[in-house]
């Protein structure tokens, strides 16, 4: 069976982009496959830390991921920071990256780059993420167009530990879900949903209540011409409703547009597919959020699961390196 790795940092609420675009193919994936989640705390460590925050985002992740319909039983969930090898083979990784292709990273780049005040976390990142990967044998990957360019340095710095040290990493293949799968943002529907934007409007989160949904959904952009179809180029406002509407029924936005002749009423449906969608979803959110204990232990559940695979994979690199074998402490 293909094995699958995904995570999303801790870092806000959850919005439909993440959800559309990534939560809820993980969930299909999840009997597909043999598929490995995590909640990459770690990661989160590269932004601004408030510890407070940061420890209840990772749980509120965790039971978002849960609540969507992630089953610890039919895939491994897990919370980065739980698997200490993540860190032990990112720095095995870190000595054979090179500055120069860490410095080419785009998204190192956008966020700042090579400055005196730069954190040396913010650089490396992409090292700890194709340890996240590699650790786990993993053959896909399925992430945005964004993390493109670290799915290619994963593979290179897989290949260069495999060809100098012997046959330790399996090569894994990233897997972008295609331009229209992306979630644009509702008031500038030129640009992705995220959670960094200026106008809180254009965002829709998956814990927002109904009343905030339908407000969103009205006040979405749209245009003046009146026509109703599917054309992003040229009507990228309506297509980002049409879009959402197609991936809560799974049929193509075009379909979508057949049935409409007013953009009011195809708001309003969209407005309550969403509603639909994400209620039974806010709902158990609540419930392992109110339930700690339960959190905890699907946690430990997977930590367990994700920690006998990656020990494995570690100890063969750190062999192959030439680390001393474990002693028993
Ligand atoms: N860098 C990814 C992002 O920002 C998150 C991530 C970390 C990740 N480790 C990963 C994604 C491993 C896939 C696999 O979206």
Redesign the pocket.
Same mark, same amino acid.
């Given at each position: 069976m293909t094995r699958v @790795?995904?995570? &999303? +940092?801790p870092s806000g609420a959850m919005h439909l982009g993440n959800y559309f675009g990534a939560i809820k193919n993980f969930v299909r994936e999840q009997d597909h496959a043999d598929a490995f989640y995590?909640v *990459?705390d770690l =990661?989160a460590l590269t932004q601004n830390i408030d510890p407070e925050s940061l420890r209840k985002a990772s749980l509120d992740l965790m039971a978002i991921y849960l609540a969507s319909g992630l089953d610890p039983e039919r895939c491994t969930l897990f919370l980065q920071s739980h698997v200490a090898e993540h860190t032990q083979l990112a720095w095995l990784l870190e000595c054979t990256a090179s500055m120069g292709e860490l410095r080419r990273m785009t998204q190192f780049k956008d966020k700042g780059g090579d400055q005196e005040g730069t954190r040396v976390g913010l650089f490396t990142?992409p090292v @700890?993420?194709a340890a !996240? &990967?590699v650790l786990y044998d993993v053959d896909r990957?399925p *992430?945005?167009d !964004? +993390?493109r360019q =670290?799915l290619e340095l994963t593979r290179d710095l897989a290949q260069r530990f495999n060809h100098r040290f012997g046959d330790v990493f399996v090569i894994p293949e990233a897997s972008i879900p295609s331009v229209g799968a992306r979630v644009m943002d509702l008031q500038e529907p030129t640009r992705k949903m995220s959670k960094s934007v200026s106008s809180p409007l254009g965002t829709v989160n998956m814990l927002d209540d109904p009343s905030d949904i339908e407000r969103k959904i009205k006040k979405a952009v749209t245009d003046t011409d009146g026509e109703l179809r599917y054309d992003p180029e040229t009507k990228p406002g309506l297509a980002t409703l049409l879009s959402l509407l197609a991936a809560c029924e799974r049929v193509s936005p075009a379909t979508i547009a057949q049935r409409y002749e007013r953009y009011g009423d195809l708001k309003k449906d969209v407005a309550a597919a969403l509603i639909a969608e994400l209620a039974p979803i806010q709902q158990r959110y609540e419930e392992f959020r109110n339930d700690p204990a339960a959190l905890e232990a699907m946690m430990a559940v997977g930590a367990q699961k994700a920690r006998s695979v990656a020990a494995r994979t570690y100890q063969r690199a750190a062999d192959a390196i030439g680390l001393a074998p474990p002693v028993s402490h």
């Open positions: @790795l995904s995570g &999303i +940092q995590c *990459v =990661h990142y @700890l993420m !996240d &990967i990957v *992430v945005g !964004d +993390q =670290h």
